[in-house]
């Protein structure tokens, strides 16, 4: 994106959030055309003083090539509301972040994610059960979305790691200031081929208790349900259910002992009309998620070889003789029916009887193979 390095520039200015990037956006048609506004122009579309005042100073002592530069030596990321991967049910939130940083990768498969935050200060219940939910939500091929913190998230985090699942850790903090100090292994682990670690801060920007509400809106905006393990009343994990409730996502809790501080949270959601959930099942049925496993499954088989690829594009939900493809594809008989045997046995295709031959999968896209007490 020719742009990008002024999505990047403009995240670097205090004061200049989704709102007045989108005013930006409306009466320059470009962050690189706003990038060079003069202070009357941006005072007429309605920034504040101080935002101006900010973003004079920003321009005029950053490099944003070297900025840039300096990401890419971190191996980290970016993605914009104008960029294609941009994950589509946080483009949908309120606010959603301009730009966001990450380090690992963002798949398309991680539309399918639920997350699981609570307490840091968990119990011996807390951490079983967290354990058993994020066991069957890999199982099932869901991503496990959290936010990296001591307790319930790291616990989430890394029994997904364990598993060979994705998890995505939402941090209060640049990238490059990993928090709490003892969860960067796990950070790294988490980055390096089971998800991705990802934030709206800028580099060097420290884990500041304000940062961490804005967070939660960005964990419950990339999941299509929030599970509250164990929470106190007054714990940060209630905001990010707060923020589910206002993106229309689903909100699950699990009971507990109502003598323990740590179920309050989760107890008093339930009285409220969350979700009870004993088991992974309770969240799959309310989500309809039961199929994700078959699709993702069915998803990472896909043509590799040219005359796969070939028969693939000749094929659909209705049935075609072998002879017919052959002629399409222009590839000999022999070839034709030792591929479609291969692909047969892959799950891609099967034969329905009379060497006609549909695709398992008709909907498939043809792909080319070539806080609170605990916001801190």
């Not at 949908?92 to 991680?110: S, V």
């Not at 034709?336 to 891609?348: A, C, D, F, N, P």
């Amino acid at each position: 994106m020719p742009d990008m390095k002024y999505w990047l520039g403009f995240n670097l200015v205090k004061g200049i959030g989704p709102a007045k990037v989108q005013a930006l956006l409306d009466y320059y048609g470009s962050l690189a055309n706003a990038w060079q506004a003069n202070e009357f122009e941006l005072q007429k579309i309605g920034l504040d003083k101080r935002a101006i005042n900010t973003f004079l100073k920003t321009r005029q002592e950053i490099d944003l090539d070297m900025e840039l530069a300096r990401l890419e030596r971190a191996n980290i990321s970016l993605l914009t509301w104008e960029t294609e991967k941009y994950p589509s049910y946080l483009r949908e939130i309120p606010n959603p972040p301009p730009l966001i940083y990450y380090q690992g990768e963002i798949l398309e498969q991680d539309r399918w994610a639920v997350a699981v935050v609570g307490t840091r200060r968990l119990t011996a219940y807390g951490r079983q059960v967290t354990k058993d939910l994020v066991a069957g939500l890999v199982q099932n091929n869901i991503t496990v979305v959290s936010g990296l913190a001591r307790g319930i998230d790291a616990i989430a985090h890394k029994t997904a790691v364990d598993l060979g699942g994705r998890t995505l850790a939402v941090l209060g903090s640049g990238l490059d200031c990993i928090y709490p100090a003892d969860n960067r292994t796990l950070a790294q682990e988490i980055a390096q081929g089971h998800g991705a670690i990802i934030s709206e801060y800028g580099l060097g920007v420290q884990p500041e208790a304000k940062n961490f509400p804005p967070r939660n809106r960005i964990i419950s905006g990339l999941s299509l349900g929030v599970i509250i393990v164990e929470a106190g009343t007054r714990s940060g994990a209630l905001i990010t259910t707060n923020f589910a409730l206002e993106q229309d996502r689903e909100v699950f809790a699990v009971p507990g002992n109502i003598n323990s501080p740590a179920s309050q949270g989760p107890n008093k959601l339930i009285q409220e009309g969350a979700k009870l959930v004993t088991r992974v099942e309770d969240v799959l049925e309310e989500l309809n998620l039961h199929m994700v496993a078959e699709r993702t499954a069915v998803q990472l088989v896909l043509p590799e070889t040219a005359e796969e690829i070939a028969l693939y594009t000749q094929l659909s939900g209705q049935p075609v003789h072998i002879d017919e493809l052959s002629r399409a594809t222009g590839l000999p008989s022999a070839l034709v029916s030792s591929t479609l045997t291969l692909m047969e046995l892959k799950g891609m295709v099967q034969q329905v009887g009379g060497m006609n031959y549909v695709l398992l999968r008709e909907e498939l896209p043809i792909y080319n193979t070539s806080e609170s007490e605990d916001n801190t």
